[in-house]
């Protein structure tokens, strides 16, 4: 039964992250807030390994979790539980985030004013992956 729920909640973590994907992640502050077509989940995550480089690590998340599966299917359970945890504070630190960097050449910053579908999605990805690798971990015993 552990084990049927550890792989159910994997699936549902792959499938909440690919459906972020499709989603806004965040609105900013804008006349059009949804114009800014970079702010689908997809695009966040094509382009967002840019933010790391001005200082927002919320997107090394995304490897993280990738982590947390791979660690998992191959019965590394307590290291997919170390990379989930990882991944799901970083997915946390997103939230005290005020702005986001729109351009690294201007140093453009656009104010965050609220959160998507594709946020709750990732971040529940997150959480069903951390669940996966505690329920993982409690079907090795």
Known sequence: MYQFFSHLTLVL????FAVALTQDGFYIDDPDPKD?????????LVFGWNSVLSGEIAWMANPM???AWISYVI????????????S?????TFRLRKKFISSEEASTFLKIIG???GY??????GVLAFINAVVGLGNQG
């Open 88 to 92: 799901l504070i970083l997915m946390v």
């Open 120 to 125: 709750w999605l990732w971040l529940s990805s």
């Open 75 to 86: 019965g590394k359970n307590q290291i997919s539980l170390t990379f989930a945890v990882i």
């Open 36 to 44: 800014l077509t970079w702010t689908l989940g997809l695009g966040l």
């Open 115 to 117: 959160y998507g579908p």
């Open 65 to 67: 979790l990738l982590l």
């Open 13 to 16: 973590s792959i499938i909440a």
